[in-house]
């Protein structure tokens, strides 16, 4: 196949060999600007899983092609018409929801298999669900179940609610709701890529609530707890999140984020050894902590890889690709998983606690199971 003329980072592995065939894969994730840390977690996962692969999915040679966003969907979406005309086997993105509905259309109706290894938003997980998309990641709405769930039986009474303006700040807002029975006392949306949250931290500090539940990802969250802190709010008010305070935003917050709760469906403490492997060899070459953007993208490689190897490194046959793919036959960092109906996954979630290290690093820490092989709500609209 031809290669992309153009890549902004590029991972080039297989050159010179004989294989009798080569896989092609094309990275869209955001790498310009606060968010980038998200990006190049997912990056450095997937490239740390081609590592322990040898260069390889499924036996046969492989080349990875890296594309940043930008975070615009018009950059988005040019980059995915660039892989779809080039012929990439699959195309692995996005980190954000509005990215990925950005590149769906494109990419899904070229018939070219599409794996998010973060964004999982609702609009694909019922109807709109599609044969050749699928999620390593989880349903936007989950975690912040998991909060909802925490929240209502810490006995909280009244919360408020702070995301972004877009496709998971909504599906976040919503999931939260779904186990949570008491008082949102306020919801407010900020614009992606808030920063200054002076006004929001005045409506918080008169607003009777004794809880706070924010999807503020990457710079947003760095920004959004100092100034809670700084504020004096976290002596009184609980602070909930998801997307956060994560380890892409406690190298930065670091003791600002102290005492405050997440959610997921994995730590870098995961008590399984492929997951331990993993964590201490993202650190020994990359030099800092992995989250779960990185644990995400490592187990979307090795789907490709479980496919590829399952069809002998015949792309030709979709059906028998897809076959492969539904079967999730590999070793997941974060235990059990299996694809739902829908092709989001069905798997553990836990309330997450921030902790800092025996060696000074800041990281999220595995707490109490909050739902067990847990599917979305959408999947029983998906038709496929």
Known sequence: ?????????????????????????????????????????????????????????????????????ELKPEVALSKANGMVQEEVDFVVGTIFSNMLQAIFKPVIESETFLISPNAGPSTFAGRNCNPYFFVTSYQNNQNAEVMGAHAQAAGYEKVFMIAPNYQAGRDNMEGFQMHYEGEIVDEVYVPLGHQDYSAEIARI???????????????????????????????????????????????????????FIAAGNWAPDADNEASQKFVAAFEEKYGYVPGGYAM????????????????GGDLSDKDAVRAAMEAADFTS????????????????????????????????????????????????????
């Open 333 to 384: 960092l974060r235990g059990d998983f299996a694809f739902n109906s829908n092709h989001y996954p069905t798997q553990n979630f836990y309330q997450l606690s921030v902790e800092e290290r025996e060696d000074g690093q800041w990281a999220t820490a595995t707490g109490e199971l909050v739902f067990e092989n847990y599917g979305d709500n959408f999947a029983g609209e998906c038709s496929m």
């Open 205 to 259: 500090a008169t607003s009777d609530a004794d809880a706070v539940f924010a999807f503020t990802p990457g710079g947003m969250g760095v920004r959004f707890v100092r100034q809670f802190r700084d504020a004096g709010l976290a002596d009184r008010i609980q602070f909930m999140s998801v997307f956060t305070t994560d380890e892409t935003t406690l190298p930065a917050q670091k003791e600002a984020a102290e005492g």
């Open 296 to 311: 995400q993208a490592y187990d979307a490689a090795m789907l490709i890889d479980s496919a590829v190897a399952s069809v």
């Open 1 to 69: 196949m031809k290669k992309l003329g153009t890549t902004l980072a590029a991972g080039l592995l297989g050159l010179g060999t004989t294989a009798s065939a080569e896989v092609e894969v094309g990275m869209i994730v955001t790498l310009s600007g606060p968010p980038a840390a998200l990006g190049q977690q997912a990056v450095d996962g997937f490239q740390l899983a081609l590592d322990d692969l040898g260069g390889k999915l499924g036996g046969e040679e492989a080349t990875l092609i890296v594309e940043d966003d």
